[in-house]
């Protein structure tokens, strides 16, 4: 298995991986750091929809649903 870089949108449901910051080198937004997702961070996809609508993820103990834009931006390391 290979590790890779992914956007957060691209990971399966129930796939694992670790945040690795954002796409194109811009600086990690603050309210996803005040949420306690932030590098270095495990996180696990839970759910998407298709259509648009959030992003969940499981991060510690907790699940946060993220818009699809943030989800887009945020790369995550997988293996695959």
């Given at each position: 298995m290979n590790k890779i870089q992914?956007?957060?949108?691209?990971?399966?449901t129930g796939e694992e991986g670790v945040v690795v910051?954002?796409?194109?080198?811009e600086?990690?937004?603050?309210?996803?750091w005040v949420l306690g997702l932030f590098p270095g961070k495990r996180i696990r996809?839970?759910?998407s929809?298709?259509?648009g609508g959030p992003v969940v993820v499981c991060?510690?103990?907790q699940e946060l649903a993220l818009g699809r834009?943030?989800?887009s931006r945020v790369m995550v390391?997988?293996?695959?």
């Open positions: 992914i956007p957060l949108t691209e990971m399966k910051g954002v796409r194109d080198g600086k990690f937004p603050r309210r996803l996809k839970v759910s929809s298709l259509v991060c510690g103990t834009g943030l989800a390391e997988v293996e695959r």
